[in-house]
């Protein structure tokens, strides 16, 4: 059984494990603390990072776009990255602006500060971070909300990485309690189209142990 080293505080780990699940491959999870770097994850993984997927026959995985492009080009079905150059390049285009500056801008100074540094027992949450990036998330929804106008999803017409991506980044500063939907309604509806797909299921039923998430979060009808 392949098996994926992985923690649901990192919105990486939850997007290889949603594509996973899109390509309908089964898998076994390992929970890894990444940040306390244990020996046995560091000879997997030099970097120290989830995810790290180890196939049945023994090769070994490691970040996020490497195993989603791999899932992707090695097993059939719809392809989550394209099927022509241009469409690739708008899916990766978009990949990098969720993974980069929405991460940077919301994921990390929403999540990471209410929920990351709680579960590691780490310093209090900055609150002029937490502002930061409450600030920072209506351009991101707005930006949503302009494609799904223009488009059937982000990147085009069918399901893609891009999708997941933003909706696993999202799916963290949702648990946080920090989006705020009902000024986004275009945003709100993309998401939950993505939300109520049997491979994000286990995402939203996913708790956080120790921190309880808002009524709405595992709601498809939110």
Sequence with gaps: MRVLYY???????R?????????????????????????????????GEVPVLVEAEGPVICGATAICEYADEAYGGHSLIGTDPLQRAEVR?????FDHKFNAEVTLTSAGEKLTKRVRGGSAP???AIRAGRANIHIH????????????????????LADL????HLSLVDYAG?????????????????????SFRPIVNEVIPGIPAPAHYADLDF
Excluded: M
Aim: aromatic share 12%; proline share 6%; with cysteine.
């Design 178 to 198: 920090d989006v705020p939907w009902d000024e986004h309604p275009l945003a709100k509806d993309w998401y939950a189209r993505v939300k109520s797909r049997p």
């Design 93 to 97: 285009r978009l990949v990098d602006w």
């Design 126 to 128: 900055d609150s002029r």
């Design 165 to 168: 991506t933003a909706a696993c």
């Design 141 to 160: 929804l707005q930006y949503i909300a302009w494609l799904t106008e223009r488009r059937t999803w982000l990147a085009g017409d069918t399901l893609s």
């Design 15 to 47: 997007k290889a494990r949603v594509v996973l699940k899109e390509k309908g491959l089964d898998f076994d999870e390992i929970i890894v603390r990444d940040w306390e770097r244990p020996d046995d994850f560091l000879a997997l993984n030099p970097a």
């Design 7 to 13: 923690h649901c505080l990192s919105p990486f780990a």
